[in-house]
């Protein structure tokens, strides 16, 4: 059994905003009818969560669901849990169209802490950040400077960032020079 | 700065985040066709200035297509709609009419 290890392995960049990668974090993609019953109760069974609506994660520790499109949701499970995820998914959806594929070695989780953190996803992203229009549990696919990348907010003061890990160096790096040079202050904080 | 709202996602996607595809509601001709329809359908075309409709891609985004009718000389926006239609929305095309009466392009009006 190799030893799998995290794109930059739990690297930290501390600060006013802090940047951390997650380290080994479980993630499904599976596409199909989001109405459809059966696969909206496996994924709110092997979730914890509500099914979030378009353009919202619901997240709640290591597990939770994504919104990616109208046909694919992300499911996060730990890392540990994931063939099992797939197994179950597999049994519930046998007489369903659907696809379920394992992404978790395929991609990298980044945490951006601080009270100013959506500063510092606002500075490399195209996206509407203003405080009444961005909120905890919004969710975006998008991109952060030359990077695809998808990210939530999981609190007033944390993002949580997806990028493939291929990249996951560039995008941390990317989200730590965004935090040296500091807040904007456009939003006024809090 | 071009800025289109994902009929799916229902965010304003930047340009950046989406890829053009050019033009909106061409009609396949394939085996059986003739010459000059097949010509038409690779080759041909329209290239106004004003009211156009183009296909986009939300590439960074959800990833799917969708159509967009906007003014290429003023990049005013008119609206944008699923992919899944032969032609242009009616509430799309009294917008047009709004502001641009008597337009037509290709074969709609
Ligand atoms: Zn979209």
Redesign the pocket.
Known sequence: MSNAVSALNGKVAPGEVTIREAGLRGMITLRGDLSDSKLKSVCTGLSGVDLPMPGHANCVGEKGLCWM?PDEMLVLVPYAEVDAALELIAKNLKKKHHLAENVSDARALIFVEGEYSRDMIAKLAPVDLHPDVFQPGSFRRTHLGQVAAAFWMRDVDTFEVICFRSVADYAFNLLETSAKAGAVGHFNAR | MLILH?P??G?D?DETDLHAGGQAHLKREGPGSSDEAFEDYLFMRENPKGVHFERWR?VY????WFHAARCTSTLEVFGTYPAQTLEPPQDIKDKISGTRPGWSWGIFK
């Open positions: 499109s | 994902c799916y996602c965010v996607a939300h985004g959800c990833g799917k």
